[in-house]
């Protein structure tokens, strides 16, 4: 592959009333306790900046009620819930249970946050093999996509997926290799590309993110985590979006409105969310 075009490193949003189509936001936290006191000037600011599809996905049990919440008092929230693998002494057997009740419920649009996490070497990884394994038992029973989590663990993340057959998802906050990313395009899955993609030295990423085919490609947040370059050491949120969207547009040499509209369009389908809110 060749190298990607070059990104703009102080390049900061494109002005709020730029004719951009909406904007998705697969993958942010706004349950999160550090939005606790300004949840609705974050959500302001979002609407300004466009970006007016959000996925929360939860990270354990504890979590489900205040997703469930926000996506009732919201239009522009979607919920997703599952048992994230770095919560893992939070959750219990019996949480499994609780979980396929949650999605027959019908409103979670996927399972999520689910996945791997090696990157703790002292992690207990046989019983988080067991959880992800059960959700994606649950995900395919119910015939939802899943938000999958993977560090230091795409390769066996890859292996359960396709031992799992279900219903497509998406690895957020992709790290990994071309090969891989070709892997899961097979298995029907989407790459989540967030403000990491705004730094210089994710070389690897650039190039899969320049490279890659847009049909496969779904912008997030993680917010509060992982801001862009513009806002490092800042807490994160959806309007922020903006940076990776415009990252993204120069590294592929392509518009920010054809990026915009590709994006929000995966996130449609994938999902499968009608076309204006719940």
Same mark, same amino acid.
């Given at each position: &592959?060749?190298?990607? @075009?070059?990104?703009?490193?102080?390049?900061? &949003?494109?002005?709020p009333?730029?004719?951009?189509?909406?904007?998705a936001?697969?993958?942010?936290?706004?349950?999160?306790?550090?939005?606790?006191?300004?949840?609705?000037?974050?959500?302001?600011?979002?609407?300004?900046?466009? *970006?007016?599809?959000?996925?929360?996905?939860?990270?354990?049990?504890?979590? %489900?009620?205040?997703?469930r919440?926000?996506?009732?008092?919201?239009?522009?929230?979607? @919920?997703?819930y599952?048992?994230?693998?770095?919560?893992?002494?939070?959750?219990?057997?019996?949480?499994?249970?609780?979980?396929?009740?949650?999605?027959?419920?019908?409103?979670?649009?996927?399972?999520?946050?689910?996945?791997?996490?090696?990157?703790?070497?002292?992690?207990?990884?046989?019983?988080?093999?067991?959880?992800?394994?059960?959700? +994606?038992?649950? @995900?395919r029973?119910?015939?939802?996509?899943?938000?999958?989590? @993977?560090?230091r663990?795409?390769?066996? *993340?890859?292996?359960?997926?396709?031992?799992?057959?279900?219903?497509?998802?998406? *690895?957020?906050?992709?790290?990994?290799? %071309?090969? #891989?990313?070709?892997?899961? %395009?097979?298995?029907?899955?989407? +790459?989540?590309?967030?403000?990491?993609?705004?730094?210089?030295?994710? #070389?690897?990423?650039?190039?899969?993110?320049?490279? &890659?085919?847009?049909?496969?490609?779904?912008?997030?947040?993680?917010?509060?985590? #992982?801001?862009?370059?513009?806002?490092?050491?800042?807490?994160?949120?959806?309007?922020?979006?903006?940076?990776?969207?415009?990252?993204?547009? #120069?590294?592929?040499?392509?518009?920010?409105?054809?990026?915009?509209?590709?994006?929000?369009?995966?996130?449609?389908?994938?999902?499968?969310?009608?076309?204006?809110?719940?």
């Amino acid at each position: &592959m060749q190298g990607p @075009a070059r990104c703009l490193a102080n390049k900061d &949003m494109t002005p709020p009333h730029t004719l951009l189509p909406g904007l998705a936001d697969s993958h942010v936290h706004l349950n999160h306790v550090r939005f606790e006191n300004d949840l609705e000037d974050v959500l302001e600011r979002a609407r300004i900046a466009n *970006v007016n599809t959000l996925i929360v996905p939860a990270v354990d049990a504890n979590s %489900w009620q205040s997703i469930r919440r926000l996506h009732h008092a919201k239009p522009s929230v979607y @919920a997703a819930y599952g048992l994230h693998p770095l919560f893992l002494p939070a959750h219990r057997e019996t949480h499994l249970t609780l979980l396929e009740h949650w999605l027959e419920g019908g409103e979670a649009i996927a399972m999520g946050e689910i996945g791997l996490d090696f990157h703790d070497i002292s992690t207990n990884t046989q019983l988080q093999q067991h959880y992800f394994q059960k959700q +994606l038992e649950l @995900a395919r029973r119910h015939q939802l996509p899943v938000i999958v989590h @993977a560090r230091r663990a795409l390769d066996q *993340v890859i292996y359960n997926l396709r031992q799992s057959c279900v219903y497509g998802g998406v *690895v957020h906050s992709f790290s990994g290799s %071309w090969q #891989q990313a070709v892997q899961l %395009w097979d298995l029907g899955f989407y +790459l989540g590309i967030g403000g990491p993609v705004t730094y210089p030295r994710a #070389q690897r990423l650039r190039r899969i993110v320049s490279h &890659m085919p847009l049909e496969w490609l779904l912008l997030e947040s993680d917010a509060p985590d #992982q801001p862009a370059l513009q806002h490092r050491g800042q807490r994160n949120e959806p309007a922020f979006i903006r940076n990776t969207l415009s990252c993204i547009a #120069q590294l592929r040499q392509q518009t920010e409105q054809t990026i915009a509209a590709a994006t929000l369009a995966n996130t449609r389908r994938l999902f499968k969310l009608e076309q204006d809110g719940h």
